[in-house]
């Protein structure tokens, strides 16, 4: 019997390059000076200042995936999933830089004119222009049938009406790409994508909403009326909108369940610490069996998830991963580390939901997981469908 396994260090995870393992030692660094010492000051700001995006941006930690010809970093997603990595390890859940570098930014890089990328996708990955993504609607859910924000074409402009609302970054967005209906009678097969910049006439930011968790990431309302856009910023095709979507919704899966496996890893690892320190009774709450038995169970658990994660994204940087597998996957990780977090504050007691203390905050801001993205409940008829 090796007695020795547990003190052995993790083993090297293939998905990663030796480069790949550079690229995290200079994030991490970036993470420990720029991020941390300052994320709970944003949590109560509820908002990340814009500077932190344009000092990420001027080291290359925005677009990693972008083409240099437009001024990103040329890497491919082992590099994404590095970032969203370093960001979950110190829980900097209001850093919004994967929802900007590999959900917002694909949509342009794919889909807009050649005019419109070399407009804004070097403003983009240098952090002088914050992406979002409206697609949500008040009541609409995940329905994009349902979407009532609607695009007229008029001569050389599209004119758009209509309201947002939960859009991350909405705050401090310079660029949002709008799902609207550009043909009301067809359903989802007439939605389509238009970019919208900040300062146009018509569109207002509404409200900060105030949320349960990610406090220090601005979500907002937003408005749009009679708003004109030229037609140059259409992205992909009129009446493509639901396509281009479900083609980039994968990988966007794929961040949350990447961030979810680093969230339980690293909570696990705290807790674990914690519990060895904390008397009660005469004992460390280790000495329990209870929670020793707790802890060793979700220690496997993580484990096999890492593996699956792991593979994921190596099919993804093969271009391989398909639809059910990042339903799978984000699916599995949300719901896992929900109910492993709770384990892991029950286990810390009154302290646990004491706002100073990580666990708690990690908690609070890991139950939209299983919301945004494709609720769960989504992600099991996507599974379903395949069966």
Not at 164 to 178: E, P, R, Y
Not at 263 to 276: D, N, P, Q, V, W
Not at 335 to 353: A, K, S, T, V
Request: proline share 3%; hydrophobic share 40%.
């Amino acid at each position: 019997m090796d007695t020795n396994a547990a003190a052995r260090p993790p083993r090297p995870r293939t998905v990663f390059t030796a480069e790949h393992e550079m690229f995290r030692e200079q994030m991490r660094r970036f993470v420990d000076r720029e991020i941390a010492p300052f994320h709970r000051d944003w949590e109560r700001a509820g908002i990340v200042p814009r500077e932190v995006w344009r000092k990420a941006g001027a080291q290359g930690f925005l677009c990693t995936m972008l083409d240099p010809e437009y001024g990103g970093a040329g890497g491919d997603f082992g590099h994404a999933a590095i970032i969203i990595e370093e960001l979950a390890r110190v829980n900097a859940s209001g850093v919004a830089f994967q929802l900007h570098s590999d959900i917002v930014v694909p949509y342009i890089a794919a889909y807009a004119s050649e005019a419109r990328k070399r407009e804004w996708l070097p403003k983009m990955a240098a952090g002088e222009i914050i992406g979002a993504i409206a697609m949500t609607e008040p009541g609409m859910g995940s329905d994009l049938k349902a979407v009532r924000t609607s695009a007229v074409r008029d001569g050389d402009h599209w004119v758009i009406n209509g309201s947002k609302t939960f859009i991350s970054s909405g705050q401090n967005a310079g660029l949002v790409i709008v799902v609207c209906k550009t043909d009301p009678a067809a359903g989802r097969r007439g939605v389509s994508l238009i970019a919208v910049e900040e300062g146009t006439p018509g569109f207002t930011k509404g409200r900060k909403l105030e949320k349960i968790g990610m406090h220090a990431q601005d979500t907002s309302e937003l408005f749009f009326e009679d708003v004109r856009v030229p037609v140059e910023n259409l992205i992909g095709e009129e009446n493509g909108g639901f396509r281009h979507l479900m083609h980039q919704l994968p990988q966007e899966r794929l961040v949350i369940a990447v961030r979810a496996a680093t969230s339980m890893e690293t909570m696990l690892e705290k807790t674990i610490a914690y519990t060895k320190e904390r008397q009660v009774f005469g004992h460390s709450v280790f000495d329990f069996q209870v929670h020793r038995f707790k802890l060793a169970q979700a220690k496997a658990e993580i484990a096999m998830f890492r593996v699956y994660v792991d593979d994921c994204i190596a099919r993804h940087m093969q271009g391989e991963l398909s639809g059910e597998e990042a339903a799978a996957a984000k699916l599995l990780g949300t719901e896992m580390q929900n109910r492993l977090l709770d384990d892991f504050l029950q286990m810390h007691g009154g302290y646990g939901y004491m706002a100073e203390y990580e666990i708690g905050r990690a908690w609070a801001d890991a139950r939209v997981g299983r919301i945004y993205g494709g609720s769960s409940e989504v992600m099991r008829e996507i599974i379903a469908r395949t069966l």
